[in-house]
């Protein structure tokens, strides 16, 4: 399985944006680029997932590099309740959907 | 609610006791996995079912144990624990044969303390 490098931990501000990175230079061509994060006490929740093209949700956007060896997840507007672990995970394209977890980012809001 | 339901929550247990943990969905997926996460480690993968057969087992102890009965339950059976068991174990679902161009759904969690 491909692995992703994320930095252990980031510091944000309220209501200003967080830019999330990810490594992932061993990515193959079939590889998407999911992102979870987990709140406090709480399993897991989907954020966003793409392939090559940048995308967008009500949650959050992600831009992928144009080498695919990168990835961002913007929060446009980071609130309190974004304090999260946040994890990058590649899936490959076959059948299997499991995710493997990696440390991910500890992610902190200041008000 | 993501539509994954695990039941109990909160689980304390006797070393010698025998439990099951419970989770549920319905949202028509056909694979189901369960997950343990120990304090300040990451998600380690356990067991992996697809269309209720186990396709994955993680080198787990066999003092735990799963069942799928259908797709739409997922069971895991624990029997003469450790101390060292006590963890948040979370059970997710997702749509198999979909490679990476859909989601998992994950239930809150159930936390067990082996006393």
């Known amino acids: 399985d491909a692995k992703t490098t994320q930095p252990n931990s980031m510091e944000s501000n309220e209501e200003e944006p967080v830019h999330l990175p990810c490594n992932h230079s061993?990515?193959?061509?079939?590889?998407?680029i999911h992102w979870y994060r987990q709140l406090p006490s709480q399993g897991p929740e989907y954020v966003i997932h793409g392939l090559t093209s940048n995308v967008n949700n009500r949650m959050a956007s992600l831009a992928i590099a144009e080498d695919r060896k990168s990835s961002t997840l913007i929060l446009h507007r980071a609130t309190l309740r974004d304090a999260a672990v946040y994890y990058c995970?590649?899936?490959?394209?076959?059948?299997?959907?499991?995710?493997?977890f990696g440390t991910g980012t500890l992610l902190a809001v200041q008000p | 609610e993501t539509g994954v339901t695990q039941t109990p929550r909160h689980l304390v247990m006797g070393m010698t006791n025998k439990k099951s943990l419970k989770c549920e969905q319905h949202l028509g997926h056909n694979a189901m996995y369960w997950y343990k996460q120990s304090a300040k480690k990451p998600l380690e993968l356990m067991f992996v079912?697809?269309?209720?057969?186990?396709?994955e087992n993680n080198s787990v102890p066999s003092r735990f144990s799963p069942e799928c009965p259908n797709s739409s339950h997922l069971f895991l059976h624990l029997h003469t624990l450790q101390p060292e068991d006590s963890a948040l174990y979370l059970c997710?679902?997702?749509?198999?044969?979909?490679?990476?161009?859909?989601?998992?759904?994950f239930g809150q969690g159930t936390r067990l303390t082996v006393v």
């Open positions: 997710a679902s997702s749509q198999h044969g979909t490679g990476g161009r859909t989601e998992a759904f």
């Open positions: 079912y697809n269309f209720k057969e186990q396709t």
């Open positions: 061993t990515i193959s061509g079939t590889d998407y």
């Open positions: 995970i590649l899936l490959h394209g076959g059948a299997t959907n499991k995710l493997i």
